[in-house]
Antibody, heavy 119, light 108 residues
Framework: QVQLQESGPGLVKPSETLSLTCTVS?????????WGWIRQPPGKGLEWIGS???????DYNPSLRIRLSMSLDTSKNQFSLKLTSVTATDSAVYFC????????????WGQGTMVTVSS | SYVLTQPPSVSVAPGKTARISCGGN??????VHWYQQKPGQAPVLVIY???DRPSGIPARISGSNSGNTATLTVSRVEAGDEADYYC???????????FGGGTKLTVL
């Protein structure tokens, strides 16, 4: 079955760049679907970060757009997230997920990875 | 940007019916999706496209969407239904996805 797994540093210093990778197994990310990132600060709700289509087209949350980039690495069956100039407010559990293209629902999620921004 | 409004909490006795609302301007024109999240776990899609259930989701969980309110209904509530529930839509005019603030369902 399709599985997603996030990976990356658990601690990032303020003003630096947060980089995460989502490895997909059981499905080729170049075949179809959108692939997305969602985050959840401790004790708070879900926030959509952005999505990347299997063709490489991206959609970003406007509140993060200026600091955000997402990409696909089809050779490794991975997609990635880079968020620049982080602050403590970027501390959160970051989830990657598969997105149903026609209705934009997140149907399969990774387990999530906690990222703390602190010096 | 499009805003979704959920009540912070809903409480229900076991065996009763819980209804969780998700309000948004003309939400009936959008496809609404619902997620269940238990503590320390990733969210799980329980309803998509207003009322469709993914494989493995019990028929006790249903959805509806009309006017400015979408509703998630959990019938014959069990202790295992206690969780946070989030609604989500895709705002096609801006091509952005939006989550509601979440509702904590407590089983009394």
């Amino acid at each position: 079955q399709v599985q997603l797994q996030e990976s990356g540093p658990g601690l990032v210093k303020p003003s630096e760049t947060l980089s995460l990778t989502c490895t997909v197994s059981g499905y080729s990310i170049s075949s179809a679907y959108y692939w997305g990132w969602i985050r959840q600060p401790p004790g708070k709700g879900l926030e959509w970060i952005g999505s990347v289509y299997h063709t490489g087209t991206t959609d970003y949350n406007p509140s993060l757009r200026i600091r955000l980039s997402m990409s696909l690495d089809t050779s490794k069956n991975q997609f990635s997230l880079k968020l620049t100039s982080v602050t403590a407010t970027d501390s959160a559990v970051y989830f990657c997920a598969r997105v149903l293209a026609t209705v934009r629902a997140f149907d399969i999620w990774g387990q999530g990875t906690m990222v703390t921004v602190s010096s | 940007s499009y805003v979704l409004t959920q009540p912070p909490s809903v409480s229900v006795a076991p065996g009763k019916t819980a209804r969780i609302s998700c309000g948004g301007n003309d939400i009936e024109s959008k496809s609404v999706h619902w997620y269940q999240q238990k503590p320390g776990q990733a969210p799980v899609l329980v309803i998509y496209y207003d009322r469709d259930r993914p494989s493995g989701i019990p028929a006790r969980i249903s959805g509806s969407n009309s006017g400015n309110t979408a509703t998630l209904t959990v019938s014959r509530v069990e202790a295992g239904d206690e969780a946070d529930y989030y609604c989500q839509v895709w705002d096609s005019t801006s091509d952005h996805m939006v989550f509601g603030g979440g509702t904590k369902l407590t089983v009394l």
